[in-house]
């Protein structure tokens, strides 16, 4: 938290928490909730990587916070606050300044967090941006990926693929009348909150793609992964693009939906944990090579060119 | 913590300590320390910005680890760990991220840290680098900027303007035969460890230069602050540029030393904690309006064109 943190702190300076000490100390002070273990993820939105130039400001913050914020809903933490990194071309305006700050205060309330510190520094070209953020879950009530039973299913909330398709509208690649599939690419909504610790034996967030993100757990499971195609959610905006967009939305990215593997007995418990949110029940879990097979109306199976996003 | 983690993780996956779980999930798993407070701070380094296209990478990981932990030093915190972020353009080869990880595994040795977790990624052209780094101190026992008293002494460890002459003489400005400046420049050294709780009212680190460090505890602890230029302790290598360099030494940032605030009946104190790193008391906080006067060896103040690093 250098100096250079002065001029966008006095943006930032509102939304720090007591933990902040005004973003005017070296550090942030932080005392841990008692009897609890803390959850730390960290991710970055980096322009024409993770953004497009000329996005909204307030867009953008927001989902700098959501993207981490839905890490730690993978594990099932509650989120308490961030740190803040932002590099920005010395050319960049009090206004845009002024709408990220904004983003950040509306979803500050909206997820009940505060910022605890950061650090600003100034950026040859491009806008880089980083957040850490701190949450916390009971001892030993983390979902992790490795957790995965042979037997469980494979289940998934929300829909699938909007986040791809909105981006693909958003180059002028397709449609979007109603501007639904943009907008879960620009602002996706994290799961949070759902009470899935005794449910679920292992989750993650579908940040890579639904088939990358599931390979993840069966890795981390050391199992198979049988994934019925046609069982995906589909919006009904996603859905009239019909199977041509098949590959794209199950190997998409940025969806931020949670996929979890639940024994068949829980079934009940998940739906009800969900409330109002959907969740579907996709696929199965069983022993053998580590690894995600797809599979059409005809239990034939699907190869796929690309299994995700690959920043690398 | 995406996937786009993998090439790198490689690398770093046998950097992590438990909580990091192999790099492998969503977010790091922490058990903070019972009945301590925790300390959290995040500095990113830049190409172009904070170091030099080209600089070792081994030095830059450390340099990277090191202002952070400089920050927790100011604060009387003890390290714990850190998250990363990396954004390379992707043509970066294995050797520079073995470099890299090589010199990250060089000071968790030194300072006896892990590392937690982290995100990685492709950038368009500049590497961008973050870290957050994780410390404890005792409730209650974090050294702050605003608890400076009028009365007390200002003291400072080690010597002043080495980095900023070191950075000079790496864009070839003036000769540094031995190469000590250009390291002090490269691979600062954070004072960990001193026991300063109980000795000084106030800490803080010198990464924006002493003018504009001192200023800041002035502000947080609405103080006058008055250095006398001719006490700030000077290497044999920087003294030889004479008073020609006083501004840069004075308001050049990196230095990472620690500048405090002690009571006079607690110099003894102060030399003893500080054991054989050499400390020097360089002036006095007054009551008066906020802000720091620089003297010569007359009295008669100097005024400075700038007063520090301003990354804005």
Chains 1, 2 share one sequence.
Not at 242 to 263: H, N
Request: charged content about 20%.
């Amino acid at each position: 938290m250098g100096d250079e943190f002065s001029r966008i702190a006095r943006y930032l300076a509102p939304l720090a928490g007591p933990e902040g000490l005004g973003l005017t100390d070296d550090a942030a002070l932080f005392t841990p909730p008692a009897g609890q273990q803390l959850v730390f993820t960290t991710d970055q939105m980096l322009e024409g990587v993770h953004f497009i130039p000329g996005d909204p400001p307030s867009l953008i913050a927001r989902k700098l916070l959501r993207r981490n914020l839905s890490d730690l809903a993978a594990m099932g933490a509650t989120p308490l606050g961030y740190l803040l990194t932002t590099a920005l071309p010395s050319g960049t305006d009090e206004s845009w300044l002024a709408a990220f700050a904004n983003g950040l205060a509306q979803d500050q309330t909206e997820f009940g967090i505060k910022l605890f510190g950061g650090d600003s520094s100034s950026s040859l070209s491009h806008i880089s941006l980083s957040a850490t953020l701190i949450g916390y879950v009971t001892l030993g009530g983390a979902l992790r990926r490795n957790g995965a039973k042979a037997g469980d299913d494979i289940w998934v909330t929300g829909t699938i693929g909007d986040a791809a398709l909105g981006l693909l509208a958003r180059y002028g690649k397709l449609q979007d009348y109603s501007g639904f599939l943009a907008n879960r690419s620009l602002l996706p909504m994290p799961r949070m909150g759902l009470k899935l610790a005794d449910i679920a034996h292992a989750a993650i967030d579908i940040s890579d793609g639904l088939v990358q993100d599931l390979g993840h757990i069966c890795e981390a499971s050391h199992l198979a992964g049988h994934l019925h195609a046609m069982l995906v959610p589909t919006s009904p905006e996603a859905a009239m693009f019909g199977d041509a967009m098949l590959e794209t939305r199950l190997t998409g990215g940025d969806d931020y939906e949670l996929l979890l593997a639940v024994p068949p007995d829980k079934s009940e418990a998940l739906r009800l944990a969900c409330g109002d949110l959907p969740v579907t029940k996709i696929g199965k879990f069983t022993n053998g090579q580590a690894g995600v097979t797809t599979l059409d109306q005809h239990g034939q199976e699907i190869k796929f060119l690309k299994s995700g996003w690959q920043h690398f």
